[in-house]
């Protein structure tokens, strides 16, 4: 068996030959035998050198040939069970998973740092996949895919348009999609009777789009699509729809389609009861004032938020870890607009304890505030104030609930649930990706969860 062959009709036709297979049609299996746009497709992925990266249905190898030799951190994830053994033969360097990408769970790679995700896509469930890996919280820093042409035109279309629909506003939020070429069909093996294109996605993080509600942003945009002939203000039966057309800038009579993402933004804040501008900065903390304690948790004074954390001095705070029924762990991801660790992972909920508040006091009001729940709480364990906690005391509280949740966007970017040994590798691997408040609770409590 020769090893990485550049991939083209004669060795796909060899190839297959060998595995005395022929390509399946309910697999969506189109062989790219071009070598130079394999080789400029990977290029347009970017990966560098010792990069994380992920191809989805690598097939006999086309693109993986060109990113293995950019980088051996690679993992392909592929269906057929005929190519499974020569994949694993012809690329021993990579990780290869056999499965359904439908049913592959993103949060494994997490623990690998963020991902370049790349395809020729099995067009059967090109969107399923795309909303797998791009939905909220996504280990991707960029995905590269083929798509069928259409699809890939509708992810890229301005509002008013026919091409505009639910997939480009909900896609759109999170991530800018540019499409870098159209294929023609004879680049594939056997000939598929549509164009393809390539698109690129990449995360929309220094973009001027306020924050909102992502949950309520999904179902507005769902609802409001779901008959994309019908008038907006019926379909979502709003409270005081006049002035929110007002505050949006749109007609009454509006549809969805003629709502560009700045406006669906817009929407989702006003029909959260929230200002354009709230939903992009993060509170003002200014007048918070905190009760100062000893090194053995009592009250000596009380002083300013800012000087307490300048001054390092000892101070309460609680963590609440929310688990759903299967025992997984609600991870949040804090805003960009927070004061303190900026865009970490860290607990469910968590917050200082005011002064005058006890702890009992202070955890169901933060579970309220940044999750918009409330649930018994039990006591899971505590830390003595240190450098790793930011000199606070810390009582950590267990919850268990399913969500959805209100997470706050001036508070929160986005947040999911995770097993406790996605957790492990992660913190093991990339310790700098979490708050250092919730990798010492972490610890402590550990095993008791
Ligand atoms: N990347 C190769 C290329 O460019 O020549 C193959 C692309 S072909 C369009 C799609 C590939 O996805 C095939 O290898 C197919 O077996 C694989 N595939 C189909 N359904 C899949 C699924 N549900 N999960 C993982 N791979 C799948």
Same mark, same amino acid.
């Given at each position: 068996m020769a090893l990485n062959r550049a991939v083209k009709l004669s060795t796909i036709a060899a190839t297959l030959a060998e595995l005395g297979a022929k390509p399946t049609q309910s697999l969506g299996q189109n062989f790219l035998h071009d070598q130079n746009l394999a080789r400029w497709i990977v290029e347009q992925v970017g990966i560098g050198?010792?990069?994380? !990266?992920?191809?989805?249905?690598?097939?006999l190898g086309a693109l993986t040939e060109y990113a293995l030799e950019r980088s051996k951190n690679g993992?392909?994830?592929?269906? %057929?069970?005929? &190519?499974?053994? !020569? $994949?694993?033969?012809?690329?021993? @360097?990579?990780?290869?998973?056999?499965?359904? =990408?439908?049913?592959?769970?993103?949060?494994? $790679?997490?623990?690998?740092?963020?991902?370049?995700?790349f395809g020729n896509l099995p067009y059967y469930i090109s969107s399923q996949l795309m909303f797998q890996f791009a939905t909220e919280p996504s280990p991707a820093s960029s995905m590269t895919f083929t798509l069928q042409r259409e699809l890939a035109e509708r992810m890229c279309a301005g509002p008013g348009t026919k091409e505009y629909g639910a997939i480009t506003v909900l896609i759109g939020r999170r991530w800018k999609v540019k499409l870098l070429r159209i294929l023609p069909p004879h680049v594939f093996t056997p000939v598929p009777k549509v164009d393809s294109a390539i698109i690129i996605l990449t995360p929309r993080e220094d973009d @001027? $789009?306020?924050?909102c509600d992502g949950a309520l942003f999904t179902k507005l945009v769902k609802t409001a699509f779901s008959q994309r002939r019908k008038q907006m203000k019926k379909l979502l039966q709003l409270d005081r729809w006049p002035e929110l057309c007002a505050a949006v800038g749109i007609l009454e009579t509006a549809r969805a389609e003629e709502l560009s993402l700045a406006q669906w933004v817009t929407l989702t804040n006003f029909a959260a009861g929230a200002t354009a501008d709230?939903? #992009? /900065? =993060?509170?003002?903390? #200014?007048?918070?004032?905190?009760?100062?304690?000893?090194?053995?948790?009592?009250?000596?004074?009380?002083?300013?938020?800012?000087?307490?954390?300048? +001054? /390092?001095?000892? *101070?309460?705070?609680? *963590?609440?870890?929310?688990?759903?029924?299967?025992? +997984?762990?609600? $991870?949040?991801?804090?805003?960009?607009?927070?004061?303190?660790?900026?865009?970490? !992972?860290?607990?469910?909920? @968590?917050? *200082?304890?005011?002064?005058? %508040?006890?702890? @009992?006091?202070? =955890?169901?009001? +933060?579970? +309220?505030?940044?999750?918009? &729940?409330?649930?018994?709480? #039990?006591?899971?364990?505590?830390?003595a104030a240190c450098a790793g906690t930011g000199w606070e005391f810390v009582k950590i509280y267990r919850a268990q *609930? %399913?969500?959805?949740?209100?997470?706050?966007?001036a508070e929160i970017e986005c947040?999911?649930?995770?097993?406790?040994?996605?957790?492990?590798? !992660?913190i093991a691997a990339r310790p700098g990706d979490f708050a250092s408040g919730f990798r010492e609770c972490w610890k402590a409590v550990r095993e008791r969860v």
């Open positions: 050198e010792g990069e994380p !990266w992920l191809e989805i249905g690598p097939g993992t392909l994830l592929e269906k %057929d069970d005929r &190519i499974i053994h !020569w $994949l694993r033969a012809q690329f021993p @360097a990579l990780e290869v998973v056999h499965g359904d =990408a439908l049913e592959y769970d993103p949060r494994v $790679l997490f623990s690998r740092g963020p991902v370049k995700v @001027a $789009l306020p924050e709230h939903s #992009t /900065k =993060a509170q003002d903390l #200014t007048g918070e004032i905190f009760d100062v304690v000893n090194e053995r948790d009592e009250v000596i004074g009380q002083r300013p938020r800012g000087e307490v954390h300048r +001054e /390092k001095l000892r *101070h309460r705070a609680v *963590h609440i870890f929310v688990f759903n029924k299967r025992g +997984e762990l609600f $991870l949040q991801r804090r805003s960009r607009w927070k004061d303190m660790h900026p865009r970490d !992972w860290d607990s469910s909920a @968590a917050g *200082h304890v005011n002064s005058g %508040d006890s702890y @009992a006091d202070t =955890a169901p009001r +933060e579970l +309220e505030e940044e999750l918009g &729940i409330s649930a018994p709480l #039990t006591e899971l364990g505590s830390i *609930h %399913d969500g959805p949740f209100r997470l706050p966007p947040g999911g649930f995770f097993t406790c040994e996605q957790i492990d590798g !992660w």
